[in-house]
């Protein structure tokens, strides 16, 4: 007997699925502490989670969240933040229809010689900009998809590499119409 | 129409529009303004609790009796924190109430200042919603903002908190409007494609079911009048969560019970081997469900809720209706009628003699005594002696709650109290002196279990100050029963710590409290002393004392599946049904 449980057996069963969530909220205070604290409650993970203010004039922010979870699980996460009385809308990115997601990170990398201008080297191919300079140091900018974002830090590992400032995703959909 | 006033006149003014004539509270400093504030007007009375967790479930069985919203009013920090189960509980149930809290003054929030908490951070996971008011401004609206998120939509508790500097500002105060909400709009109506295709299943259908919840009840009597219209009009049988019972009315044959770990064979065999399940207004609970790989495999299911998060949650359904049970059942009861639609006759035939099979288990059948009062027998009797009454039963949390869920006919809605998703022992004390408050006149009896009643028994002070004179049935088996029963099954009856030591004298404990206390041991004194409780005008602890060693039946064991109950007169060794992985749960 595969499960004998009084509570509904963990959905084995289903894939493990990415999903982007971008979330419209009111912009009152707590809110964010709403979303997150449903995350933490109900138990489900948060890979990334970037917020903002959109529209100032509503008063509107626009929380972008990356989570996992099986498909009934999605279907629960999107359902629960609707639930919230400060949630205007929820829109699942990576299904209704084709979406852009980017990320920014600022990199700081530290090294003379030869290293140094591999990393210049490297930054231009990634179309990094270099927003701070000296002569034992660099940041770059980087904006992209996260894969992108990972592997250029990836490559300035061995080069020096002294820490990392990310952004966390944020996603717009195609097209003409907005959420 | 806006008149300058304090903040703490605008919540006494905010309440009366709301319509609320009792709010349940206690005093404290973060709250004195709003108390003198009380002092000076006549328009909503305060009930003084003895505790606040009391003043909680006092509102929750006044909301669930009426269909109003309960109001409660609490002082900061130990005040809120008192708070925090009642509103765990109503959360859990969807009762409508809103809880408002003082808070310490604006500019000493933060610093750990006297009797200062997280009121707002607490209180998140356990409100459907709730506000720090930081200006007066805000007040007005937030106060019947509150009222509107507790009681539309899937009720729930409201928490408002307002810190003590807001309640002595002056401000302008609006009378509540018409308002839209720019985020939160509960979908009433539900999509009409849906409930067509729902009832052209429920026309084909061959053995059809109507699972019912809290949800109808929660919809208003309309509900409940068009559900029995539906069923009467359809033929098929219906079961009901503990949360639903009373939408349809217990006397009548096609009505199966209620189902569930200790609900009967027929309601649970119903569930397991039906094609057509239509499930109105219960959130498929794992109360109801038993093991989730072997619930009811082979039927399509149907599911009407006002909340999108209650569908799909625990099982996955195959035609979803988002909306309130009342405009969907009238779409429904309308769709069959226009569609001149007949149930397949000769199936149905079939269906009923199946059920009258499983019907005739007689799955709640006990052994009586006649020296020794079973606890069957006196909810039996109580049932018996009340049904031509108005009354309204309320119930504390454990197999006393059970066997009044099983032997209490309900005949109406908004009669039957209980604490249900959280299971609050405490609970039915102050619930029954909440309903007693909205109804005067009529018959409240706290069906409780002794361990129960004591975790707020203060509450007894509150019924003899106010007059309200609620009837407490303790079935007193010595034991928390419930745990006891367990242990029996799980833990070799090892009976750690589940007898119900140094028990005080419940007759000389009513006494002390002004009020009446009556004792009885004897089935055959029975119906005499139940009468002599119900004569009384005031409040009554009736010290029931009844087998010790009795267990609630049916019960579906952990890890068991609907059509594999335990029936109290089964051959089967209770220690042998449940497995080992069952006893990881509970
Ligand atoms: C010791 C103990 C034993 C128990 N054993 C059992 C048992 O054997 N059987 C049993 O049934 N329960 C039992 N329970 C209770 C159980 O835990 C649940 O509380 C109960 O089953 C839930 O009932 P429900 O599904 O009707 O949901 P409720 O909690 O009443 O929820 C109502 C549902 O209806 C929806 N709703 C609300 N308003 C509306 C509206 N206007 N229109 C449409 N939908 C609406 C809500 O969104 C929600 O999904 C037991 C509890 C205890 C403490
Ligand atoms: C506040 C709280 N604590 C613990 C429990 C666990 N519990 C469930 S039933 C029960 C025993 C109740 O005993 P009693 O009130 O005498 O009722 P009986 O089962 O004997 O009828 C306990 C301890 C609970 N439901 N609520
Ligand atoms: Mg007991």
Known sequence: ?179 | MSKDMTGAEMVIEALADQGVQHVFGYPGGAVLPIYDAIFQQEKVRHILVRHEQGAVHAAEGYARSTGKVGCVLVTSGPGATNAVTGLTDALCDSIPVVVITGQVPTHLIGNDAFQECDTVGITRPCTKHNYLVKSIDELPRVLHEAFHIAASGRPGPVVVDIPKDIQFAKGTYSKPREFAHQGYRPKLKGDLNRIKQAVELMARAKRPLFYTGGGIVNSGPNASTLLRELVKLTGFPITSTLMGLGAYQASDPQWLGMLGMHGTWEANWAMHDCDLMICIGARFDDRITGRLDAFSPGSTKIHVDIDPSSINKNVKVDVPIIGDCAHVLEDMVRLWRAGGVQADKKAMGEWWKQIEKWRARKSLAYRNSDKIIKPQYAIQRLYELTKDRDTYITTEVGQHQMWAAQFYGFQEPNRWMTSGGLGTMGYGLPAAIGVQLAHLKSLVVDIAGEASVLMNMQEMSTAVQHRLPVKIFVLNNQYMGMVRQWQELLHGGRYAESYTHSLPDFVKLAEAYHAVGIRCEKPGDLDGAIGEMIKVDRPVIFDCVVDQNENCFPMIPSGRAHNEMLLGDSGESVEDAITEEGKMLV
């Not at chain 1, 989670?49 to 004039?57: D, W």
């Open chain 1, 1 to 179: 007997m595969s499960s004998t449980s009084h509570y509904p057996a963990a959905p084995t069963a289903q894939g493990i699925e990415t999903r982007t969530l971008s979330v419209i909220v009111d912009n009152e205070p707590g809110v964010l502490a709403r979303v997150i604290g449903l995350f933490s409650g109900r138990g489900y993970n948060i890979d990334s989670l970037t917020v903002s203010e959109t529209e100032h004039q509503k008063h509107l922010s626009r929380i972008t969240i990356v989570t996992r979870g099986t498909p009934m699980v999605i279907e629960q996460i999107k359902n629960q933040l609707e639930r919230l009385v400060p949630v205007h809308r929820v829109v699942d990115m990576t299904v209704s229809g084709p979406a852009i997601q980017r990320e920014l990170a600022m990199v700081k990398v530290a090294g003379k010689g030869e290293p140094r201008v591999e990393a210049l080297r490297l930054a231009d191919a990634f179309r990094a900009r270099v927003i701070d300079a000296g002569t034992e140091s660099f940041i770059f900018e980087i904006t992209g998809a996260s894969e992108k974002i990972e592997s250029f830090i990836n490559l300035m590992l061995p080069l020096g590499l002294v820490e990392v400032s990310r952004t966390g995703i944020v996603a717009i959909s195609r097209g003409p119409e907005g959420m």
